[in-house]
């Protein structure tokens, strides 16, 4: 079946730019995550979105950080007047829940550089 | 606050041998201890997970061991094979909701 899919798969904007990153889950997959990985780093945690529940946003770096998940589907992570330290591989996975049992499932990330 | 840690360094093992990875944190131990594997360019793929009340888990040449008292996770590879050659993560889960991850290490093996 269809993994999680990401896009676009690589990202190339000016220092100042808005970007919006795209995110569809496995179908049936109520949990949704968002991480960031920068080069040679373990994946830092970002948003996670959990059935109609509102967001976990506590790993959000700042306030230019935003993402949404509508209909419970498909989420877009959107970064207001990038930096060039926003440049890093952006995650999302999805699960079938938020229960530690459950294994979660990865896109091949959307690699975004800041000129 | 909770710190997970891998070796950084690369393990490089010939072809055939067991490869063993070592995932240690601190504090409290976790609910859940899953293993990625992570290949260049790609997002992590799951391997393996174990519950705190579980020793061992095994899963065809892959068996990962979790021991609370040491605050330890080993995940091993028997009869490595140059495919096995990727990063591999360890992921806590603490009742959060959200798993904690590691920050790898990169097996390479060699023929």
């Known amino acids: 079946g269809a993994g999680v899919s990401q896009s676009p798969s690589n990202k190339v904007t000016e220092k100042g730019k808005d970007v919006e990153l795209r995110c569809d889950p496995i179908s049936g997959h109520t949990a949704l995550y968002w991480y960031r990985q920068s080069l040679g780093q373990g994946l830092e945690f970002l948003i996670y979105f959990q059935g109609n529940s509102a967001p976990d946003k506590s790993g959000l770096p700042s306030d230019r950080f935003s993402a949404e998940r509508t209909g419970g589907s498909v989420s877009t992570l959107t970064i207001q007047r990038t930096q060039q330290e926003d440049s890093a591989v952006y995650l999302c996975?999805?699960?079938?829940?938020?229960?530690?049992?459950?294994?979660?499932?990865f896109g091949d990330g959307t690699r975004l550089s800041i000129l | 606050s909770q710190k997970i840690e891998q070796n950084s360094e690369a393990l490089n093992i010939q072809e055939g041998k067991t490869a063993t990875l070592t995932c240690n944190y601190t504090n409290y131990s976790p609910a859940y201890l899953q293993w990625y594997r992570q290949d260049p360019g790609r997002g992590p793929v799951f391997l393996l997970l174990?519950?705190?009340?579980?020793k061992e888990k095994r899963k065809e040449r892959l068996k990962v061991t979790f021991d609370t008292t040491l605050k330890q996770s080993l995940f091993h590879i028997t009869a490595s094979q140059p495919a096995d050659s990727a990063t591999y993560l360890c992921?806590?889960?603490?009742?959060?909701?959200?798993?904690?991850f590691g920050t790898g290490t990169r097996l390479q093996v060699f023929p």
């Open positions: 996975a999805s699960s079938l829940n938020s229960r530690g049992n459950q294994p979660q499932h």
């Open positions: 174990i519950r705190e009340n579980e």
């Open positions: 992921a806590l889960f603490y009742n959060t909701d959200k798993l904690i």
